[in-house]
């Protein structure tokens, strides 16, 4: 009753986001792009304004898995065969325009989600003329954009040289406007582990705010895309980051 009002009142946009279940070092939680989708789509919608989160979709590709290629070399990771992401995709879409949705949104926090997002976005929209439009959005894909900016900006200054992790400031800090305990903030200040890539977060009120400054970026980057391509019906002519 509460998508049936929502839609009633105008929200008639909806958003699904794809995130993973991958390794990322000894600190992160295994689904650290469900902790940055979960603020960042909130983030996005509320910017919209016209616009709901549909249940975060965490399986997706993450490489081979008989025989084990990509992430799935790493115990913990759970992959997809990319006809199934993309047939999943189908029906979540499918499903979303059956209750009357104008505007179905997909954002992938991870490389394995950008290909699958795209075909079943451009085949669904080309079928069905843009009625509902469907628009895969690549721009919220960049993390080289939000670094950049968050870095010019003095909020961040990574060292030259890297922890070797699959991890970094950007997404430790996006998850923690989440949930610190997705980054082990706790243990890691215990521990004296309290830095990735030279970058320190020890300081949670910092932390918090450096993080809301990454989600309002990524938010005010990805809610430009989603007008555009809505105005272009579904017809990005943008490239993937």
């Known amino acids: 009753m509460d998508v049936r009002d929502a839609m009633k009142a105008g929200k008639t946009t909806v958003i699904i986001g794809t995130g993973g279940i991958e390794p990322n070092g000894p600190w992160l ?9 979960k603020a960042n789509c909130e983030a996005i919608a509320r910017k919209l304004g016209n616009a709901l989160c549909a249940p975060l979709i965490p399986l997706v590709p993450e490489g081979g898995i008989e025989p084990k290629s990509g992430h799935m070399t790493t115990v913990g990771t759970l992959s997809m065969r990319e006809e199934t992401f993309q047939a999943m995709l189908t029906d979540v ?8 949705f104008e505007n179905i949104i997909l954002i992938g926090d991870s490389g394995g989600n950008q290909r699958g997002q795209k075909e079943v976005a451009e085949k669904l929209n080309t079928q069905w003329n843009g009625t509902p439009v469907v628009a895969h959005i690549p721009e919220y894909y960049d993390y080289a954009s939000v670094n950049k900016a968050m870095t010019e900006a003095g909020a961040i200054k990574e060292s030259e040289k890297g922890d070797g992790l699959h991890d970094d400031p950007i997404i430790s800090l996006n998850m923690f406007v989440t949930d610190p305990n997705s980054i082990r903030y706790e243990q890691r200040v215990k521990a004296g582990k309290a830095t990735i890539n030279g970058v320190p977060i020890a300081d949670k009120a910092k932390n918090a705010e450096i993080g809301k400054k990454i989600v309002e970026f990524r938010a005010t980057k ?12 579904g017809k990005s002519s943008t490239t993937q980051p």
Request: proline share 0%; no cysteine; charged share 20%.
């Open 93 to 100: 879409v499918t499903s979303l325009k059956a209750h009357g």
């Open 222 to 233: 990805t809610v430009d895309a989603i007008k555009k391509a809505i105005a272009a019906k």
């Open 29 to 37: 939680a295994l689904g650290k792009h469900q902790y940055v989708l």
